[in-house]
C-alpha cells in the first residue's frame, strides 16, 4: 500500500536513549516541514515533556496504523511504548535500557511486516544497555542479528560515501576481520543497495588498504596482497567496478571524490573521521543489506546537552530526508 503515489511514507522513529537528546531531536523533527508521516515508538510523554521544555508546539496522538496522504503540521502519531522509570535529561539510568531495546525490536519487527517504509534511530548509548546485562553492540548489528541478514554500515555526507568492512571492533582485533569472505559480501551488498536504494545504475567503489601505503608492496603488511586485491579481483570478474586497494592518506582527496561514488574502509576510524570532518551535522549512517531501510544520525547521545534546548536536530532530519528519497527511488 505504500507503493500508492498518495500515501506518504510511513516512517518509524526511535527516540534512543530517554536520558539523552533524542527525545528533544524527534520533537524538533515532528515540528518541521518533514513531508513524511512520522511514527514515534516509544514513549509520547517523554518526547511530550521535551517538546515544552524546548518550546515546540507539538501534537502527538496515537497511531491507528492508517496510510495518510497529508500530516498535519506540528503533529507526530505515535505507538506509545512506556519507559521503565522516571528520566533525568543527561542522567543514564540502567533500568531504562531494556525499553530502548524493545523500542528497536518494535520498529525493526513492524518494517520486514511492511507496517512501515523505513525506520530512522536516535542515537543510543550501548554502555548502559550492556550494563543492563543486554548483548547490545550497537543499531548496525542488532537489526542484522533481529532480520536474520547480513548488513554493512555506511556514512554518507555530501559529497562523500563511506562504507565499513568492521564495525564497533577493538582495533587490536580488525586484522583478523579482514577476510576474504567478509570483503567480498560486504561489496556486494554496498553494490546491491548503491543501485537499487540510491539509483547508481553502474557504482564505483574505491576499495582502502589495511596498512599505512596499502602494505607498501608487502613490506608495511600483506592483507593487502593476500586478502584485499583478490578480493577486489574476484567481484570484478562479475562485472562490479571496484578500485584499490588504495592508500589511505590519500584516498580521500577532492579529485579522488569525484571520480567515485563510495569508499570501503577497513575499520571504524580509517574512513569516518574524514567523513565527519566534511559534513559533522549533515551526515547520515545508513544501514546496507536489511530487508527495509534503515537510517540513523552521525552523532552520539549528547548527555551533556540533554535537556538544555542546545541539541541540534540536523542530523536526524537529514536522516529521515534520505530515507524518503531511498523510499521513492525502492518503489
Known amino acids: 500500500m505504500s507503493a500508492v503515489k498518495p500515501w506518504l511514507p510511513r516512517i518509524a522513529l526511535t527516540a534512543g536513549v530517554p536520558a539523552g537528546i533524542g527525545p528533544e531531536i524527534v520533537a524538533a523533527l515532528a515540528a518541521s516541514d518533514v513531508n513524511a508521516d512520522l511514527i514515534l515508538i516509544g514513549d509520547k510523554h517523554l518526547v511530550q515533556r521535551a517538546a515544552q521544555a524546548d518550546d515546540i508546539a507539538l501534537t502527538i496522538v496515537d497511531d491507528d496504523g492508517q496510510w495518510i496522504a497529508e500530516r498535519q503540521p506540528r503533529t507526530l502519531r505515535c505507538i506509545h511504548m512506556p519507559v521503565s522509570t522516571t528520566v533525568i535529561p543527561g542522567k543514564l539510568d540502567v533500568r531504562n535500557a531494556p525499553y530502548v531495546v524493545a523500542t528497536l525490536a518494535r520498529a525493526n519487527d513492524g518494517c520486514l511486516e511492511g507496517e512501515f517504509d523505513a525506520v530512522v534511530t536516535a542515537p543510543v548509548q550501548k554502555s548502559i544497555i550492556n550494563d543492563a546485562g543486554i548483548a547490545f553492540t550497537g543499531h548496525t548489528e542488532y537489526f542484522a542479528n533481529r532480520s536474520k541478514c547480513r548488513v554493512a554500515m555506511m556514512l554518507v555526507a555530501p ?50 588498504g589495511l596498512n599505512p ?15 584485499i586485491l583478490p578480493s577486489i579481483e574476484a567481484l570484478r570478474g562479475e562485472g562490479l567496478l571496484l578500485e584499490g586497494p588504495l592508500s589511505a592518506d590519500t584516498a580521500f582527496l577532492p579529485s579522488k571524490r569525484e ?64 530515507a524518503m528519497e531511498m523510499v521513492s527511488i525502492s518503489l
Open 159 to 208: 559529497g562523500l560515501r563511506v562504507v565499513l568492512a568492521t564495525t564497533h571492533l577493538p582495533l587490536a582485533e580488525v586484522p583478523a576481520a579482514i577476510r576474504p569472505e567478509n570483503l567480498v559480501q560486504t561489496l556486494r551488498i554496498a553494490y546491491n543497495d548503491l543501485r537499487h536504494r540510491f539509483g547508481l545504475e553502474s557504482p564505483r567503489i574505491a576499495v582502502l
Open 213 to 227: 601505503h596499502a602494505g607498501e608492496n608487502g613490506h608495511l603488511g600483506r592483507e593487502e596482497i593476500d586478502i
Open 259 to 322: 571520480q567515485v561514488d563510495a569508499y570501503l574502509a577497513m575499520y571504524h576510524d580509517q574512513g569516518l573521521p574524514v567523513l565527519k570532518a566534511l559534513g559533522f551535522g549533515d551526515s547520515v549512517n545508513v544501514t546496507l543489506g536489511l530487508p527495509y531501510i534503515r537510517t540513523s544520525v552521525d552523532h552520539g547521545t549528547a548527555l551533556s546537552l540533554a535537556g538544555t534546548g542546545r541539541a541540534d536536530p540536523a542530523s536526524l532530519i537529514a536522516a529521515t530526508e534520505m
